[in-house]
């Protein structure tokens, strides 16, 4: 039972554009979301975050949007650039603490062309 | 800068083999975590440790077991290596209060042949 999921397993975005990656929830006790950025042969790097009392948090380009009511959420990346090419997951949790344990999606992988 | 590490980057082994694999963080972090990477699959969690000798199932334990004898190292033992857990082995740890950031290792490449 997948309850996060990412239903676009890949996305490709022209250089200086819009990159919109989703992501769907399925659980409603989730109450904080993360997305993290994984390059090959590397780990995956925290990249923003939100939690469920917010809808919008930004970072310089980086944006993720909220939606509690249609468990969806988004990650805005303007403008995108090709260093942004990477695979990036989004994750769930639910509680703080030691009860932060993170439910993560199957990834995007994201393609910023020239 | 804070950092997590783990003891190979690429492992080859044979079915049958008893596999360890090592990670250390030096952050002070009580919290620590294996997954495994597989395409189409995202992360999944195979064990966590909220504190030195506990430890949880993730959602795939089956053929994995995991050592926690201090907070700074939480190791991952495959006791009997087979084929199916060809994989990228990833170690993350994240601090005991908060929201559950969670930092990552660069991950180990193991294959089972």
Redesign the interface.
Known sequence: DQQVK?NS?SLSVQEGRISILNCDYTNSMFD?F?W?KKYP??????LI?I?SIKDKNEDGRFTVFLNKSAKHLSLHIVPSQPGDSAVY?CAA?RG???A????????TRLQVTL | DVK?TQSS?YLVKRTGEKVFLECVQDMDH??M?W?RQDP??????IY?S??VKMKEK?DIPEGYSVSREKKERFSLILESASTNQTSMY?C?S??????????????T?LTVT
């Open positions: 990412q397993p904080y993360l993290y042969a590397e780990g995956p790097t925290f975050s939690s997951f949790s703080t603490g030691t932060s344990k993170l439910t993560f999606g199957t990834g | 997590v980057r009580e919290n975590f997954y189409g699959l995202g992360l999944r969690l966590f909220y504190d993730g990833l993350a994240s601090s005991g209060t908060g929201w559950g950031e969670q930092y990552f290792g660069p991950g490449r």
